[in-house]
């Protein structure tokens, strides 16, 4: 199976901060890749499908970028809701596969 | 509106099996793979493998080959998935997930309506 890594595993952060979530794959996988958000308690949410494309309804400061092995969600300004866990996850394999987690706390 | 319900918490013991259900509203059952996805607690997301409602077709996730099976109600709209030969660390919270495609860059398959999850407890 693809094996999806991601850093830092968790980060401190203040309200209107720029956020930088790298996820890297073991393999290229083009722009199979998705992002979603999980706050306690929930299931996750879809933010960025396909790399770059921002889910419906999801707001413009979630941006996404990368292609191949190596890949970035950012944050452009921190909002207090923003606070929460964020998975990469591959599609380019029948066999999805998440990224560990990079947990996003209020610094 | 597209809805997913799972069935609701269990308590097993080792060596037990768990099945759970998960039972899809407001869309074809049928026309969309439906994943199985755990949390352990304070962990995180785990796949298991997927179905495909229409054929019964499965894929597993290596870890889970032998001890997952995933079936199929299409009358009633329900996915299940049965886990067996239980260990303490399967405990965590069980998702059913519905697959989608998208267009972007590239057309991806994404998933887009979770269930409310299934807290499994192994306990002795």
């Known amino acids: 199976d693809i094996q999806m890594t991601q850093s830092p595993s968790s980060l401190s952060a203040s309200v209107g901060d720029r956020v930088t979530i790298t996820c890297r794959a073991s393999?290229?996988?083009?722009?199979?890749l998705n992002w979603y958000q999980q706050k306690p308690g929930k299931a996750p949410k879809l933010l960025i499908y396909a790399a770059s494309s921002l889910q419906s309804g999801v707001p413009s400061r979630f941006s996404g970028s990368g292609s191949g092995t190596d890949f970035t969600l950012t944050i452009s300004s921190l909002q207090p809701e923003d606070f929460a866990t964020y998975y990469c996850?591959?599609?380019?394999?029948?066999?999805?596969?998440f990224g560990p987690g990079t947990k996003v706390d209020i610094k | 509106q597209v809805q997913l319900v799972q069935s609701g918490a269990e308590v097993k013991k080792p060596g037990a099996s768990v099945k759970v259900s998960c039972k899809a509203s407001?869309?074809?059952?049928?026309?969309?793979?439906m994943h199985w996805v755990r949390q352990a607690p304070g962990q995180g997301l785990e796949w298991m493998g997927r179905?495909?409602?229409?054929?019964?077709?499965?894929n597993y996730a290596q870890k889970f080959q032998g001890r997952v099976t995933m079936t199929r109600d299409t009358s009633i709209s329900t996915a299940y998935m049965e886990l067996s030969r239980l260990r303490s660390d399967d405990t965590a919270v069980y998702y059913c997930?519905?697959?989608?495609?998208?267009?972007?860059?590239?057309?991806?398959?994404?998933?887009?309506?979770w269930g409310q999850g299934t807290l499994v407890t192994v306990s002795s």
């Open positions: 407001g869309y074809t059952f049928t026309g969309y793979y």
């Open positions: 997930a519905r697959e989608s495609t998208k267009m972007g860059t590239v057309t991806t398959s994404l998933v887009d309506y």
């Open positions: 179905i495909n409602p229409n054929s019964g077709g499965t």
């Open positions: 393999q290229s996988i083009s722009s199979y």
């Open positions: 996850q591959q599609s380019y394999s029948t066999h999805f596969t």
